[in-house]
């Protein structure tokens, strides 16, 4: 074959890296335990050095499982606590404001209506029809318990099978993160041996920037979502906002969408404030918690813990989690900020690449020699 029949190398790498993501696509409900698993070792791998590296394991061959086994079982045990101390709390709290929601709605109407009615407002009809629908509602959940979750559940994981299957995938998913984590450091060297040597030191400098930079954004951001959460939740607590949990919960799980994690806290508080209103000075107090809570939030808490770890606009943070929700759904989601930042790493290396070449350089010095 002579070297004008040959492909260039580029389609080929194009051809298999398009391969390569369609299959990744096609088994992506399968891989999905592997790579939350994945995460956990990333984020947790460093604690583990620690203890590996700690006065009492260093040296020891049994060091690093101990380290695993022991960082494993507290990420789990916290997870497992929240969950079974949390969930239950959320649920009581949400009972119990839907068996006041009725009283609440009249009352609040009943206080509204006359003010607003002095500035020309009137309450359509339609939302009386749609208060004596949100009772009857209220009053349906109230007689089911805990069924509408289960079955919210079980409509989320796709029916009975798949939910056995989730669990499995689940369960299998500190399995998978300890072996990762045993062989962690082990992994990571066999990759880069894969590399071609000539190749390995551009490579180790454009995989090092990777790693600074979604090391950083996942323990940042989850750190940055956690305090929210509890800043949330607590400050709205403390001035008697109903369902303040579990608006501070939904807050803090929203907060790396940017904007929309406050937007949703402010609004829920809101609409809590109105239908259980206590008076202006009630409002005053949601929106002052609120603005001290977005002022530590933009001034202190991301700044210090994020800092500008990323570097891209939020229109292409928004861009990036529609294109994420489209192509893995919510995989996609949680996938698609740092598959951004490593995109944007990417261009950024080819930019320069192009910048330093004959082609462009040719380019800029044309007009020069045409005068």
């Given at each position: 074959?002579?070297?004008?029949?040959?492909?260039?190398?580029?389609v080929?790498w194009?051809?298999?890296?398009?391969?390569?993501?369609w299959?990744?696509?096609?088994?992506?409900?399968?891989?999905?335990?592997?790579?939350?698993?994945?995460?956990?070792?990333?984020?947790?791998?460093?604690?583990?050095?620690?203890?590996?590296?700690?006065?009492?394991?260093?040296?020891?061959?049994?060091g690093?499982?101990?380290?695993?086994?022991?960082?494993?079982?507290?990420?789990?045990?916290?997870?497992a606590?929240?969950?079974?101390v949390?969930v239950?709390?959320?649920?009581?709290?949400?009972?119990s404001?839907?068996?006041?929601?009725?009283?609440?709605?009249?009352?609040?109407?009943?206080?509204?209506?006359?003010?607003?009615?002095?500035?020309?407002?009137?309450?359509?009809?339609?939302?009386?029809?749609?208060?004596?629908?949100?009772h009857l509602?209220?009053?349906?959940?109230?007689?089911?318990?805990?069924?509408?979750?289960?079955?919210?559940l079980?409509?989320?994981?796709?029916?009975?099978?798949?939910a056995?299957?989730?669990?499995?995938?689940?369960?299998?998913?500190?399995?998978?993160?300890?072996?990762?984590?045993?062989?962690?450091?082990?992994?990571?060297a066999?990759?880069?041996?894969?590399?071609?040597?000539?190749?390995?030191?551009e490579?180790?400098?454009?995989?090092?920037?990777?790693?600074?930079?979604?090391?950083?954004?996942?323990?940042?951001?989850?750190?940055?979502?956690?305090?929210?959460?509890?800043?949330?939740?607590?400050?709205?607590?403390l001035?008697?906002?109903?369902?303040?949990?579990?608006i501070?919960?939904?807050a803090?799980?929203?907060?790396?969408?940017?904007?929309?994690?406050?937007?949703?806290?402010?609004?829920?508080?809101?609409?809590?404030?109105?239908?259980?209103?206590?008076?202006?000075s009630?409002?005053?107090?949601?929106?002052g918690v609120?603005?001290v809570?977005?002022?530590?939030?933009?001034?202190?808490?991301?700044?210090?813990?994020?800092?500008?770890?990323?570097?891209?606009?939020?229109?292409?943070?928004?861009?990036?989690?529609?294109?994420?929700?489209?192509?893995?759904?919510?995989?996609?989601?949680?996938?698609?900020?740092?598959?951004a930042?490593?995109?944007?790493?990417?261009?950024?290396?080819?930019?320069?690449?192009?910048?330093?070449?004959s082609f462009?350089?040719?380019?800029?010095?044309?007009?020069?020699?045409?005068?």
């Open positions: 074959m002579s070297e004008r029949d040959k492909l260039p190398r580029w080929l194009l051809g298999l890296a398009l391969a390569g993501g299959l990744l696509y096609t088994l992506r409900g399968v891989l999905a335990p592997v790579f939350f698993a994945f995460l956990i070792a990333y984020m947790l791998d460093p604690l583990v050095d620690r203890i590996e590296e700690s006065r009492l394991l260093r040296g020891r061959s049994y690093r499982a101990v380290g695993i086994a022991v960082i494993l079982a507290a990420f789990f045990a916290i997870t606590v929240g969950v079974l949390i239950p709390m959320v649920y009581e709290e949400i009972v404001f839907l068996g006041r929601l009725p009283g609440l709605v009249a009352r609040s109407r009943a206080e509204l209506e006359p003010w607003l009615v002095q500035y020309g407002i009137e309450i359509p009809t339609s939302v009386g029809h749609a208060f004596e629908q949100l509602d209220a009053q349906s959940v109230l007689s089911k318990g805990y069924a509408p979750f289960v079955a919210a079980r409509s989320f994981l796709g029916g009975t099978a798949s056995v299957a989730g669990i499995v995938a689940s369960l299998m998913i500190p399995v998978f993160a300890f072996y990762l984590l045993y062989d962690f450091d082990r992994l990571i066999a990759a880069g041996d894969l590399i071609p040597p000539r190749r390995r030191a490579a180790n400098s454009f995989f090092g920037e990777i790693d600074a930079v979604l090391g950083q954004f996942f323990r940042g951001q989850f750190t940055v979502m956690v305090i929210l959460g509890v800043l949330y939740a607590s400050g709205y607590g001035i008697g906002v109903p369902l303040a949990l579990p501070g919960i939904t803090g799980f929203l907060a790396f969408i940017p904007y929309v994690g406050s937007l949703t806290a402010l609004g829920l508080a809101l609409l809590m404030t109105f239908l259980d209103w206590q008076g202006w009630q409002l005053f107090w949601v929106l609120h603005a809570i977005q002022g530590a939030e933009g001034f202190i808490i991301t700044p210090k813990i994020m800092g500008d770890t990323v570097g891209i606009s939020a229109i292409a943070v928004l861009l990036a989690l529609l294109v994420g929700a489209e192509l893995l759904g919510f995989t996609g989601v949680l996938l698609a900020v740092p598959a930042a490593v995109l944007k790493i990417l261009f950024q290396r080819l930019d320069g690449r192009y910048r330093r070449s462009y350089a040719g380019d800029a010095a044309s007009p020069n020699e045409d005068a």
